[in-house]
């Protein structure tokens, strides 16, 4: 069966209890699912974070639950920037227990 002929509220069910490394492989498969990961909720994750890996350098690293993306160089002003782009290719929003920077 074609899962994007599903009913939308299927889709975005199933897509709420998938694992946020499952997102990103399946949002590299074809331009629906990219856009089927997008569009839809994450759901409900313990923490998040925005970390400098070091004091003084321009490293930071994302955390959802206990995935770790990878480090991206940003200054300080730009980090924000970044994360959202990040947000907003991998879900539409998501719920977070406590989330730190």
């Known amino acids: 069966m074609d899962i994007l002929a599903l009913p939308d509220v299927f889709r975005r069910d199933l897509m709420k209890t998938m694992e946020i490394k499952d997102r990103l492989s399946l949002r590299l498969t074809c331009r629906a699912f ?6 839809s909720h994450a759901g409900y994750f313990r923490s998040g974070a925005i970390l400098q890996d070091d004091v003084g350098q321009n490293s930071f690293s994302f955390y959802i639950g206990q995935a770790k993306f990878n480090d991206i160089e940003a200054t300080e002003d730009d980090v924000l920037r ?3 782009h990040l947000r907003n290719r991998l879900f539409s929003g998501i719920e977070l227990t406590s989330f730190s920077v």
């Not at 990219?34 to 569009?39: G, H, I, M, R």
């Open 34 to 39: 990219e856009q089927l990961v997008a569009e």
């Open 82 to 84: 970044q994360f959202l």
